[in-house]
């Protein structure tokens, strides 16, 4: 028998009084947001952390009773206890979902998100990890074909390499999926729900069909993969990551605290545009809807893997800063600054990855009005924002050029 106080610690889903809250809000999450298990555990906890922050904060008070001043607190402590912009960013849009649903259900008669501030976050200042493509090439020949789990585990490396699907997307892929005649993988249960298909290559091809000749467990289950320990069946979210990280570090590579699928995902879209692919062609590949997702991989084309990367400058840091506080502003006089906020956010990117120097100027303020082409009238308003955008910061550096309307 477990001692006590491992029992104890246990707690009752009927002695907590906001289980019936959360089990609304997952089903809210799923039905009304559309959000997969994975996303929805996520924004589950930070409801869930929310709800007790206030619960200790404020006891025997009900949520009718929650005000801004007490979303701001909460939103403080989070934020307090994260380091990264981009935990920083998902807390916040925990609270500002689960503030949405509040309202949504009728628990509350305001919604509340407007209130939960927003947090800056540099997309081109973390850039996603890699390997070099020569690493990743070593890391998949070292790999034997002696036994039922080396070529599995080469199949499913060359899988990931080559076509760049996500964990989840592999662990979705049936037998039925391949089409073994136009040599193509159907992915279903993709990130941005819309099933797609991918290439398969010769080489990867001949792996999995030796995967499934010789080495798959003969068992009735659909899936393409599955694991060799008892019991036998598909797959499991950390199934994909200890193989990829098992065969990398046999092949000689150190590995930091990301070494999962989406090492070799990034690894692949990295040395397509390092090959001057189209970079249509790689959000095709990728599955991304926004072609602004891949060019987060030609912003770094000719950098160092891993180690060695060129960091933001000083100018391009402060420009951020300045960016983000001149949003808040136009947010908080009641402005929606949707469209400018993203016009500035890129600006802010441009000058990054062209290594620009302070000041601000007008000749770099045109250039990047210009780099997008488009219609004169887009243009024309791409430099009205940065116009304004100029004022505000001549208040902190004065050498800052005025720009001229058009």
Same mark, same amino acid.
Request: aromatic fraction near 8%; hydrophobic fraction near 40%; proline fraction near 5%.
């Given at each position: 028998?477990?001692?006590?106080?491992?029992?104890?610690?246990?707690?009752?889903?009927?002695?907590?009084?906001?289980?019936? &809250?959360?089990? *609304?809000?997952?089903?809210?999450?799923?039905?009304?947001?559309?959000? +997969?298990?994975?996303?929805?555990?996520?924004?589950?906890?930070? #409801?869930?952390?929310?709800?007790?922050?206030?619960?200790?904060? !404020?006891?025997?008070?009900?949520? =009718?009773?929650?005000?801004? =001043?007490?979303?701001?607190?909460?939103?403080?402590?989070? %934020?307090?206890?994260?380091?990264?912009?981009?935990?920083?960013?998902?807390?916040?849009?925990?609270?500002?979902?689960?503030?949405?649903?509040?309202?949504?259900?009728?628990?509350?008669?305001?919604?509340?998100?407007?209130?939960?501030?927003?947090?800056?976050?540099?997309?081109?200042?973390?850039?996603?990890?890699?390997?070099?493509?020569?690493?990743?090439?070593?890391?998949?020949?070292?790999?034997?074909?002696?036994?039922?789990?080396?070529?599995?585990?080469?199949?499913?490396?060359?899988?990931?390499?080559?076509?760049?699907?996500? @964990?989840?997307? &592999?662990?979705?892929?049936?037998?039925?999926?391949?089409?073994?005649?136009?040599?193509?993988?159907?992915?279903?249960?993709?990130?941005?729900?819309?099933?797609?298909?991918?290439?398969?290559?010769? =080489?990867?091809?001949?792996?999995?069909?030796?995967?499934?000749?010789?080495?798959?467990?003969?068992?009735?289950?659909?899936? &393409?993969?599955?694991?060799?320990?008892?019991?036998?069946?598909?797959?499991?979210?950390?199934?994909?990551?200890?193989?990829?990280?098992?065969?990398?570090?046999?092949?000689?590579?150190?590995?930091?605290?990301?070494?999962?699928?989406? &090492?070799?995902?990034? *690894?692949?879209?990295?040395?397509?545009?390092?090959?001057?692919?189209?970079?249509?062609?790689?959000?095709?590949?990728?599955?991304?809807?926004?072609? @602004?997702?891949?060019?987060?991989?030609?912003?770094?084309?000719?950098?160092?893997?891993?180690?060695?990367?060129?960091?933001?400058?000083?100018?391009?840091?402060?420009?951020?800063?300045?960016? +983000?506080?001149?949003?808040?502003?136009?947010?908080?006089? #009641?402005?929606?600054? *949707?469209?400018?906020?993203?016009?500035?956010?890129?600006?802010?990117?441009?000058?990054?990855?062209?290594?620009?120097?302070?000041?601000?100027?007008?000749?770099?303020?045109?250039?990047?009005?210009?780099?997008? #082409?488009?219609?004169? @009238? *887009?243009?024309?308003?791409? !430099?009205?924002?940065?116009?304004?955008?100029?004022?505000?910061?001549?208040?902190?550096?004065?050498?800052?050029?005025? %720009? +001229?309307?058009?």
């Amino acid at each position: 028998m477990a001692p006590e106080r491992f029992i104890a610690s246990v707690p009752s889903v009927d002695a907590d009084p906001d289980a019936p &809250l959360l089990a *609304s809000f997952s089903d809210y999450l799923g039905r009304v947001r559309g959000l +997969e298990p994975k996303t929805r555990e996520g924004v589950l906890l930070g #409801g869930r952390r929310f709800l007790d922050w206030f619960r200790h904060h !404020h006891p025997g008070q009900d949520l =009718e009773a929650l005000a801004a =001043e007490h979303v701001l607190a909460a939103v403080e402590h989070r %934020l307090s206890l994260w380091a990264t912009s981009g935990t920083r960013t998902a807390a916040t849009s925990h609270i500002r979902t689960f503030l949405r649903f509040l309202c949504w259900a009728g628990h509350h008669d305001q919604d509340l998100a407007g209130v939960v501030p927003r947090t800056p976050h540099w997309r081109l200042a973390h850039l996603p990890p890699r390997l070099a493509w020569d690493d990743v090439r070593r890391a998949i020949d070292a790999i034997g074909a002696t036994t039922p789990v080396n070529i599995r585990d080469r199949a499913v490396l060359l899988l990931l390499a080559t076509t760049g699907i996500r @964990n989840g997307e &592999l662990r979705a892929i049936q037998l039925q999926d391949i089409d073994w005649r136009a040599g193509e993988v159907f992915v279903r249960r993709t990130k941005g729900k819309r099933d797609r298909v991918a290439p398969l290559l010769e =080489e990867t091809g001949a792996a999995l069909a030796d995967y499934i000749l010789r080495a798959r467990p003969k068992v009735d289950s659909p899936y &393409l993969f599955l694991s060799f320990t008892p019991p036998l069946g598909p797959f499991k979210c950390a199934s994909v990551s200890k193989i990829v990280r098992k065969r990398l570090r046999h092949g000689g590579i150190e590995l930091g605290r990301v070494g999962g699928a989406h &090492l070799l995902r990034h *690894s692949l879209a990295t040395q397509l545009v390092r090959q001057r692919r189209p970079i249509n062609e790689v959000a095709d590949l990728l599955g991304h809807q926004s072609i @602004n997702t891949t060019a987060l991989y030609a912003a770094r084309r000719g950098r160092t893997p891993l180690s060695g990367r060129r960091r933001m400058t000083a100018f391009a840091r402060f420009l951020g800063e300045k960016a +983000e506080r001149y949003i808040e502003l136009r947010h908080s006089l #009641g402005y929606a600054f *949707s469209k400018q906020a993203g016009t500035l956010r890129a600006f802010v990117r441009y000058v990054e990855r062209a290594q620009l120097d302070a000041p601000a100027t007008r000749t770099m303020a045109l250039d990047f009005a210009l780099s997008f #082409g488009g219609a004169a @009238n *887009s243009r024309v308003t791409r !430099h009205g924002v940065l116009r304004q955008f100029y004022e505000y910061l001549a208040v902190y550096d004065v050498r800052t050029e005025a %720009l +001229e309307r058009r």
